[in-house]
């Protein structure tokens, strides 16, 4: 028995060290002793028609500025349309839309009278579509002056079939969680454009704003709640690739409030275990680039709190074998409390980095777990609330 508790242990901890820390450190060793392409060229004159879709649920907040940094671009003004879609707002969004397509003609505006949720918007919307390049973006996602021409502009290989932005985080704030996510969006971003320039498997873009050609768009199942992993993975799965391009940036504001960005990770955990079932075929050795990524950067993940729980009871049992494992159990406990002296520390105004990392990283995997469980209960719907804005 303590042989297998052993053997357990020590393959859950590698199993997390593996995804976090190794994965990682092979693609930029990877990336250190291949030569990686240069940046990609410009369109030349040359720009594909540009389809921008947007689905907004009570965004009045940011709306306006969304649309005119949209119009704000280099991009040729008649080489783009807008089209958006207001999935039964209930505030001033639909009338700010229809102000604004008085002084944007390309905008196409379509007024849902019933709540059916993001992804079942973009897929009504897309049927509408005349680009050739569909761009899915959300409404607090600012465009800068070259971010259709950036993200358009890796289209020119044919075998790129996706295309992903550069987040650019805003409003950042030391007494919530925005250093922390900040942080792990940076790390994100920088595995993902090792995946796309190693091999052009990237594991799913930052949903704000991405970019896929129209041909390779397939409606997102009426009960998916991420979209945007849904899609890189058909492109993945149809033989073309899905790309980073660190220069098509956009900017957002970065999540602060711990209790509303736990609730946004249940539901992408939720969907990364729907996207998990159905794309489990893309494991194979058949195509190893992409299984190595998919298992290490996202499956070995997910099954994060898995790991964990199964670390923490072999731990347990090891404790009674050796005073070395009483010492690991005693501080993966402490770990374990750290998120309520933390939440404590922030009673008292006093904000300590590294206690906020631990309480983002067992909070996310406390969000998989949740997400894991919902999942297995069965997903009826893939509408929910969005982000605050302006936190």
Request: with cysteine.
């Given at each position: 028995?303590?042989?297998?508790?052993?053997?357990?242990?020590?393959?859950?901890?590698?199993?997390?060290?593996?995804?976090?820390?190794?994965?990682?450190a092979?693609l930029?060793?990877?990336?250190a002793?291949?030569?990686?392409?240069?940046?990609?060229?410009?369109?030349?004159?040359?720009?594909p028609?540009?389809s921008?879709?947007?689905?907004?649920?009570?965004?009045?907040?940011?709306?306006e500025?969304?649309?005119?940094?949209?119009?704000?671009?280099?991009?040729?003004?008649?080489?783009?349309?807008?089209?958006?879609?207001?999935?039964?707002?209930?505030?001033?969004?639909?009338?700010?839309i229809?102000?604004?397509?008085k002084?944007?003609?390309?905008?196409?505006?379509?007024?849902?009278?019933?709540?059916?949720?993001?992804?079942?918007?973009?897929?009504k919307?897309?049927?509408?579509t005349?680009?050739?390049?569909?761009?899915?973006?959300?409404?607090?996602?600012?465009?800068?002056?070259?971010?259709?021409?950036?993200?358009?502009?890796?289209?020119?290989?044919?075998?790129?079939?996706?295309?992903?932005?550069?987040?650019?985080?805003?409003?950042?704030?030391?007494?919530?969680?925005?250093?922390?996510?900040?942080?792990?969006?940076?790390r994100?971003?920088?595995?993902?454009?090792?995946e796309?320039?190693?091999?052009?498997?990237?594991?799913?873009?930052?949903?704000?704003?991405?970019?896929?050609r129209?041909?390779?768009?397939?409606?997102?199942p009426?009960?998916?709640?991420?979209?945007?992993?849904?899609?890189n993975?058909?492109?993945?799965?149809?033989?073309?690739?899905?790309?980073?391009?660190?220069?098509?940036?956009?900017?957002?504001d970065?999540?602060?409030?711990?209790?509303?960005?736990?609730?946004?990770?249940?539901?992408?955990?939720?969907?990364?275990?729907q996207?998990?079932?159905?794309?489990?075929?893309?494991?194979?050795?058949?195509k190893?680039?992409?299984?190595?990524?998919?298992?290490?950067?996202?499956?070995i993940?997910?099954?994060?709190?898995?790991?964990?729980?199964?670390?923490?009871?072999?731990?347990?049992f090891?404790?009674?074998?050796?005073?070395?494992?009483?010492?690991?159990?005693?501080a993966?406990?402490v770990?374990?409390?750290?998120?309520?002296?933390?939440?404590?520390?922030?009673?008292?105004?006093?904000?300590?980095?590294?206690?906020?990392?631990?309480?983002?990283?067992?909070?996310?995997?406390?969000?998989?777990?949740?997400?894991?469980?919902?999942?297995?209960?069965?997903?009826?719907?893939?509408?929910?609330?969005?982000?605050?804005?302006h936190?």
């Open positions: 028995m303590i042989f297998a508790a052993n053997i357990l242990f020590w393959a859950c901890v590698i199993a997390v060290f593996h995804s976090y820390v190794l994965f990682p092979i930029r060793l990877a990336g002793f291949r030569r990686l392409p240069g940046d990609y060229p410009g369109n030349a004159g040359t720009e028609m540009v921008i879709l947007l689905s907004a649920y009570n965004e009045e907040d940011v709306i500025e969304k649309i005119r940094s949209v119009f704000n671009t280099h991009y040729p003004a008649t080489r783009f349309e807008i089209l958006i879609g207001s999935d039964h707002s209930t505030d001033r969004t639909p009338e700010i229809e102000h604004l397509t002084e944007f003609p390309a905008i196409r505006f379509f007024n849902f009278t019933l709540r059916q949720g993001k992804p079942n918007v973009i897929n919307l897309v049927t509408e005349r680009g050739e390049i569909l761009i899915l973006t959300d409404a607090n996602v600012i465009f800068d002056k070259n971010t259709l021409t950036r993200i358009t502009a890796p289209f020119g290989d044919s075998i790129i079939g996706l295309v992903d932005t550069q987040m650019i985080n805003l409003g950042m704030r030391r007494e919530g969680i925005s250093f922390q996510e900040k942080a792990y969006i940076s994100e971003v920088q595995i993902k454009y090792l796309s320039r190693l091999w052009g498997v990237m594991m799913g873009p930052f949903g704000g704003c991405f970019a896929i129209r041909e390779l768009f397939e409606p997102v009426a009960n998916f709640l991420v979209d945007d992993f849904f899609l993975m058909k492109v993945l799965e149809s033989g073309y690739k899905a790309v980073n391009n660190p220069a098509a940036r956009v900017y957002e970065v999540s602060n409030d711990l209790s509303i960005e736990f609730k946004r990770k249940i539901r992408i955990a939720t969907g990364n275990f996207n998990l079932k159905r794309f489990k075929k893309l494991l194979s050795p058949a190893p680039a992409l299984a190595f990524c998919f298992f290490s950067h996202k499956v993940r997910w099954m994060g709190p898995v790991f964990l729980l199964l670390a923490l009871l072999a731990l347990s090891l404790a009674f074998s050796s005073v070395f494992y009483q010492v690991l159990l005693f993966y406990i770990v374990l409390l750290v998120p309520a002296l933390d939440y404590l520390l922030k009673k008292l105004n006093l904000h300590f980095k590294i206690f906020r990392f631990i309480t983002h990283f067992l909070g996310m995997n406390l969000a998989l777990s949740i997400g894991m469980v919902r999942y297995l209960k069965g997903v009826k719907t893939n509408v929910w609330q969005p982000t605050k804005r936190q």
